[in-house]
């Protein structure tokens, strides 16, 4: 099974900052990787598909970069609202895996 | 619109069962093949188990294994897990997930079902 392996796992940052969360596979996963927010008491959104692909109606500060192992999620103006939880998640092959998350929180 | 609904969480004691089901809407849901994932309290994600678009073929994860049964039913468009031998380490909020798109991203997830197991 491929394991899916995040940092950090938990960040500080104030509203305004730029912030990188990484994700790394345990093999290659190609493109086939997703990106998630979940804010407490809710379930998760989609935020990024295909390593890079922006869902529609998620803002163009979230962006998603790389490819094989190594994959990014950047965040480049933080807002309040943007205050949660990311996960990582590989679906390249059966069963799928999720990173085990990184926690954002206000500086 | 595209809506799943969980139901069927509650609270059940050690060794007991208790079966959730997933309403789905706005898709053709026989077409596409379905998730459950989990979220112990305070913990990340688990992927639990799925189920192929005709129920022909499914997918237990080692920990749910032999005890959790995933089924459907495409006339009713309903998912179902059938959760047996419940263990504390059960206890989760569970969440029903459709798995879509060229590079097989969950869109949209239910809001979620809380099972509770404890004495």
């Known amino acids: 099974d491929i394991q899916m392996t995040q940092s950090p796992s938990s960040l500080s940052a104030s509203v305004g900052d730029r912030v990188t969360i990484t994700c790394r596979a345990s093999?290659?996963?190609?493109?086939?990787l997703n990106w998630y927010q979940q804010k407490p008491g809710k379930a998760p959104k989609l935020l990024i598909y295909a390593a890079s692909s922006l869902q529609s109606g998620v803002p163009s500060r979230f962006s998603g970069s790389g490819s094989g192992t190594d994959f990014t999620l950047t965040i480049s103006s933080l807002q309040p609202e943007d205050f949660a939880t990311y996960y990582c998640q590989q679906s390249y092959s059966t069963p799928v895996a999720f990173g085990q998350g990184t926690k954002l929180e206000i500086k | 619109e595209v809506q799943l609904v969980e139901s069927g969480g509650g609270l059940v004691q050690p060794g007991g069962s208790l079966r959730l089901s997933c309403a789905a809407s706005?898709?053709?849901?026989?077409?596409?093949?379905m998730h459950w994932v989990r979220q112990a309290p305070g913990k990340g994600l688990e992927y639990v188990s799925a189920i192929s678009s005709n129920g022909g073929s499914t997918y237990y994860a080692n920990s749910v294994k032999g005890r959790f049964t995933i089924s459907r039913d495409n006339s009713k468009n309903t998912l179902y897990l059938q959760m047996g031998s419940l263990r504390a380490e059960d206890m989760a909020v569970y969440y029903c997930?459709?798995?879509?798109?060229?590079?097989?991203?969950?869109?949209?997830w239910g809001q979620g079902t809380l099972v509770t197991v404890s004495s």
């Open positions: 093999q290659s996963i190609s493109s086939y």
């Open positions: 997930a459709r798995l879509t798109g060229e590079y097989n991203w969950f869109d949209p």
């Open positions: 706005g898709f053709t849901f026989s077409s596409y093949a």
